[in-house]
């Protein structure tokens, strides 16, 4: 059985940063491709980054150059650094597949950016 769990989300004023990370078992990260994708109230949950089987990564054009997606094979973690945060990127924030599977989707992490 796949179980994903995201952690290290918080409270951040405007410009700060925070380090996600998603947990695995079931699943080996490196062997998928991987995405973080967030969910703000009342919007529908968007992909804002990427990393593929091969390690390159993508990201959406609103987190471009203030994100960073990585994966730690030996730990079977993904990452998602985020910095310059905007209160426009309050949002829980889960990690799936990519494409995502309905039935891996996690808890999730709760970012809030406020001042």
């Known amino acids: 059985q796949v179980q994903l769990v995201e952690s290290g989300g918080g409270l951040v004023q405007p410009g700060g940063s925070l380090r996600l990370s998603c947990a695995g078992s079931?699943?080996?990260?490196?062997?998928?491709?991987m995405g973080w994708y967030r969910q703000a109230p009342g919007k529908q949950r968007e992909l804002v980054a990427a990393?593929?089987?091969?390690?390159?990564?993508n990201y959406a054009d609103s987190v471009k150059g203030r994100f960073t997606i990585s994966r730690d094979n030996a730990k079977n973690t993904v990452y998602l650094q985020m910095n310059g945060l905007k209160p426009e990127d309050t949002a829980v924030y889960y990690c799936?597949?990519?494409?995502?599977?309905?039935?891996?989707w996690g808890p999730g992490t709760q970012v809030t950016v406020s001042s």
């Open positions: 079931g699943i080996i990260f490196k062997n998928n491709h």
């Open positions: 799936n597949i990519k494409p995502p599977w309905d039935g891996y």
């Open positions: 990393i593929s089987v091969s390690g390159s990564t």
